[in-house]
Nanobody, 120 residues
Framework: QVQLVESGGGLVQAGGSLRLSCAAS????????MGWFRQAPGKQRELVAA???????KYADSVKGRFTISRDNAKNTVSLQMNSLKPEDTAVYYC??????????????WGQGTQVTISS
């Protein structure tokens, strides 16, 4: 199993920035992709951004140009820099990992989630 611990959520005004971080421990050798999902009240969980060990990335259309995912493979961490935040970015954000061979939308380890709230 892989354990994931997120940090960095909070409350910020629209137009502001936040940085989320996630540290992985446990069976880290099994990890290929690290990413972030989010779930807003009454909505399905959706992929925000993900990055493979090799550096390939996947972003939701709604965050392209505003959010940037980055990884430190040596430290087993992944971060999400979120700029130009909008009220519709309000959600619980979850760190997630997947082994090699899975699609961008299939993950098998999840963090506990961190709340991001954007005020208008």
């Amino acid at each position: 199993q892989v354990q994931l611990v997120e940090s960095g959520g909070g409350l910020v005004q629209a137009g502001g920035s936040l940085r989320l971080s996630c540290a992985a421990s446990g069976k880290i050798f099994s990890i290929d992709v690290m990413g972030w999902f989010r779930q807003a009240p009454g909505k399905q969980r959706e992929l925000v951004a993900a990055q493979s060990t090799g550096g390939s990335t996947k972003y939701a259309d709604s965050v392209k140009g505003r959010f940037t995912i980055s990884r430190d493979n040596a430290k087993n961490t992944v971060s999400l820099q979120m700029n130009s935040l909008k009220p519709e970015d309000t959600a619980v954000y979850y760190c997630t990992t997947a082994p090699a061979g899975m699609s961008w939308y299939e993950y098998d380890n999840w963090g506990q989630g961190t709340q991001v709230t954007i005020s208008s």
